[in-house]
């Protein structure tokens, strides 16, 4: 089992930037990849940005050179920094990690940015 917890959430400005951190604890020495995903109003969740344990990395194409993943193993802890947000970013974002070939999911955290 993993349990995985975000934070730095919040509301901030068009232009503004954020960062979330995702903690990891439990079994987490099966965990492969980690990734962030968000889900606004009516839609459907979507890959925001995924990073395997070798530090590859791959982004959706809306946030491509504005956020920016990391993870830090010695930490079980993965990042997002997210620059230049915009009023689309909003959503609630979920912290994601594969142990053993399972998906765990964080609880999720608010991100608002008014225009």
């Known amino acids: 089992q993993v349990q995985l917890v975000e934070s730095g959430g919040g509301l901030v400005q068009a232009g503004d930037s954020l960062r979330l951190s995702c903690a990891a604890s439990?079994?987490?020495?099966?965990?492969?990849?980690m990734g962030w995903y968000r889900q606004a109003p009516g839609k459907e969740r979507e890959l925001v940005a995924h990073?395997?344990?070798?530090?590859?990395?791959n982004y959706a194409g809306s946030v491509k050179g504005r956020f920016t993943i990391s993870r830090d193993n010695a930490k079980n802890t993965v990042y997002l920094q997210m620059n230049s947000l915009k009023p689309e970013d909003t959503a609630v974002y979920y912290c994601?990690?594969?142990?053993?070939?399972?998906?765990?999911w964080g609880q999720g955290t608010q991100v608002t940015v008014s225009s």
């Open positions: 994601n990690a594969m142990c053993s070939y399972v998906y765990y």
């Open positions: 439990g079994n987490t020495i099966c965990i492969s990849a």
């Open positions: 990073i395997t344990s070798g530090g590859r990395t």
